[in-house]
T-cell receptor, first 115, second 112 residues
Framework: ETGVTQTPRHLVMGMTNKKSLKCEQH?????MYWYKQSAKKPLELMFV???????ENNSVPSRFSPECPNSSHLFLHLHTLQPEDSALYLC??????????????FGPGTRLTVL | SQQGEEDPQALSIQEGENATMNCSYK?????LQWYRQNSGRGLVHLIL?????REKHSGRLRVTLDTSKKSSSLLITASRAADTASYFC????????????FGKGTTLSVSS
């Protein structure tokens, strides 16, 4: 195990539901990331937080809302999603942000299905 | 924009054979990393090679980097069925604070 946990592991939701994905890291890292992995596409970086501050938002639709209350926890709040948002959502952390700290540790992911 | 591009997209070999995967990228980098992903799971970091390094080894893994050709290769020697997974290269551009940019990956299947 890498020290990054994600819950739930699987989630099925309707387009009108509101749900949240949770990520927790036990590695003492300061940077946390959300990625989306769809079939036959490269991993897409969604958001980056460094010391609880959002440092990157990769033009993600507003129906995805991240929250980082502290350096160990990261949430992704979901509302009014579309079927094309169905994917594996991966959380990752690294010691810091920048070329010196780039080894990332990934959680197992949440498999999201939007009906 | 996509940075890393792995080749081949899929590779099937027998146990004991070597597996070679290639990665090409577009812009100058600080470092390049290889990750492995078992089906439907998170990624696991395998090895990092910096732009001033040409070759790196870790167990049965050998990574090369050619910055003049903007390419890298991952060699897995004496492959095992447990090596079956998807392998991704990820680049760190030279701009400060920029996160990893992943390619689409190579799916390796090792049969016994």
């Amino acid at each position: 195990e890498t020290g990054v946990t994600q819950t739930p592991r699987h989630l099925v939701m309707g387009m009108t539901n509101k749900k949240s994905l949770k990520c927790e890291q036990h590695l003492g890292h300061n940077a946390m990331y959300w990625y989306k992995q769809s079939a036959k596409k490269p991993l897409e970086l969604m958001f980056v937080y460094n010391f609880k501050e959002q440092t990157e938002n990769n033009s993600v639709p507003s129906r995805f809302s991240p929250e980082c209350p502290n350096s160990s926890h990261l949430f992704l709040h979901l509302h009014t999603l579309q079927p094309e948002d169905s994917a594996l959502y991966l959380c990752a952390s690294s010691l810091g942000q920048g070329p010196s700290y780039n080894e990332q540790f990934f959680g197992p992911g949440t498999r999201l299905t939007v009906l | 924009s996509q940075q890393g591009e792995e080749d081949p997209q899929a590779l099937s070999i027998q146990e004991g054979e070597n597996a070679t995967m290639n990665c090409s990228y577009k812009t100058s980098i600080n470092n390049l990393q290889w990750y492995r992903q078992n089906s439907g799971r998170g990624l696991v970091h395998l090895i990092l090679i910096r732009s001033n390094e040409r070759e790196k080894h870790s167990g049965r893994l050998r990574v090369t980097l050619d910055t003049s050709k903007k390419s890298s290769s991952l060699l897995i020697t004496a492959s095992r069925a447990a090596d079956t997974a998807s392998y991704f290269c990820a680049t760190v551009p030279n701009q400060a604070g920029t996160a990893l940019i992943f390619g689409k990956g190579t799916t390796l299947s090792v049969s016994s």
